[in-house]
């Protein structure tokens, strides 16, 4: 039998830093949002024990340092459950390492997996639980939707959905070291942090232009010359006439709002020329029944 879930990336329509912490982490706030570009995750039971993964993308780890295969690790530890042997397997579609949380959803696409098959009774705060030891974007992604995430990311408030819009992503080529963002980092010295109440009051009045006016992630503030290309991707789909334009995560991947699919479709059109990986996209609403 081979069960299978979609694993949705999120963008960030806010990340904020509020304070270094004495375990070395950050405290976030963070307004969370997925969308549908989703990576298949398949599990199988097997006879034989462990876990095994394999990956459509030849680069990515098919051992236990798999972010899918710590899950399953960490669901067995969890829930009791006797640990069965697992065929894992994942078509990638969410770009890597691109701040779009692709290893977290494919974690958090196993959790939801295997509390199916082994325990249906489990309750959400006990599988996000499991979630936040692989990751601190497990948690979210196990629930998806629009979400405030706040601590290292994993306390979580639901919010009402965004109103239905379009969302263009484009990756430059280059890859940024999240440790190295964070280390970048001095609190006390960034220069802007976003409007989030001002965002969870325009998500609650359902306001798509006070959301697009709120969209502001802190890291773009301390984001080193090289990474140049995340500043001309914004003011390209500013230019194409997107409402707003961030940085996701850690990034490199911006995104730019747009209220009508043409213009969204024509943006992504003129980036794809320049750029190989750019998305059409619409935002996903809560998909775990178990959290709506
Ligand atoms: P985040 O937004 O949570 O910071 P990201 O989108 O920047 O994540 P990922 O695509 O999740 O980054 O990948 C980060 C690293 O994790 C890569 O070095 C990759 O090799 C490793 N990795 C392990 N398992 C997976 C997986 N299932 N999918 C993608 N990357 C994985």
């Not at 502001?216 to 500013?238: C, G, Q, T, W």
């Not at 747009?258 to 943006?267: D, M, Y």
Request: charged content about 20%; some cysteine.
């Amino acid at each position: 039998m081979v069960y299978t879930e979609p694993a949705y990336a999120k963008l960030n329509l806010t990340l904020d830093i509020l304070s270094k912490r004495p375990d070395g982490y950050h405290d976030l706030r963070m307004v969370m949002q997925s969308i549908d570009l989703a990576d298949e995750v398949a599990v199988s039971p097997r006879e034989e024990a462990g876990c095994r993964v394999t990956a459509d993308l030849p680069y990515l780890p098919r051992d236990g340092s798999n972010i899918a295969a710590k899950a399953a690790a960490r669901f067995f530890e969890t829930s009791g459950v006797s640990p069965a042997g697992l065929d894992i397997g994942i078509r990638k579609r969410i770009p890597v390492c691109a701040g779009m949380a692709g290893g977290s959803s494919d974690g958090a696409a196993v959790l939801r997996i295997l509390r199916r098959i082994y325990a249906p009774e489990m309750p959400d705060g006990k599988l996000e639980e499991a979630g936040a030891a692989v990751g601190s974007d497990v948690p979210y992604c196990i629930r998806g939707g629009t979400a405030l995430a706040e601590d290292r990311g994993e306390r979580l408030t639901p919010l009402p959905p965004i109103p239905p819009c379009w969302l263009v992503v484009c990756k430059p080529p280059c890859s940024i070291s999240t440790p190295e963002l964070f280390a970048q980092v001095q609190v006390k010295k960034l220069r802007c942090h976003p409007d989030t109440s001002g965002m969870l009051d325009a998500l609650k009045q359902q306001d798509l232009e006070g959301i697009a006016h709120r969209v502001y992630n802190v890291f773009e503030d301390v984001l080193p010359r090289r990474y140049a290309e995340v500043f001309s991707i914004k003011s390209d789909l500013l230019g194409l006439g997107a409402m707003a334009a961030s940085m996701t995560g850690s990034g490199p991947a911006v995104f730019g709002i747009f209220r009508e699919q043409e213009s969204a479709a024509q943006a992504a059109e003129a980036l794809s020329a320049q750029y190989p990986v750019v998305r059409l996209c619409h935002p996903v609403q809560a998909f775990s029944e178990n959290f709506l």
